[in-house]
């Protein structure tokens, strides 16, 4: 009897796991690769001259900074995150003071 109960709990869980890695062996769809890449965060090497986007920021301030200092500018002061979730801060850049932001994305603008 107890031989027969090790058997059925054996092939129990043979077939347990049989199906767990056969559920790990699917993938799931592919993305299309002419899609139009967004990601969250951008590189600091690629960020784009598009309009800020408005959004929940969750970059730190000290990381507003750094993302800042990245995008070509010195002398960094970031004030505040706004209410359309963009930090705002005054910076340097070709010798001139310039009012700079950084949205969700990590893309930088200046006015």
Do not use: C
């Amino acid at each position: 009897m107890k031989i027969l109960t090790i058997i059925a709990i054996s092939g129990t869980l043979s077939l347990g796991f049989a199906g767990l890695s056969a559920a790990q062996d699917q993938t799931g769809p592919a993305a299309d690769s002419a899609a139009t890449q967004n990601p969250a965060v951008k590189s600091p090497n690629n960020m784009t001259g598009a309009p800020l986007a408005k959004g929940h920021n969750s970059f730190t301030k000290s990381e507003a900074a750094d993302r800042i200092r990245s995008a070509g500018y010195s002398h960094v002061v970031v004030s505040a995150l706004d209410a359309d979730g963009l930090w705002q801060a005054t910076a340097m850049r070709n010798g001139q003071s310039v009012h700079v932001a950084l949205d969700y994305k990590g893309n930088v603008g200046s006015q």
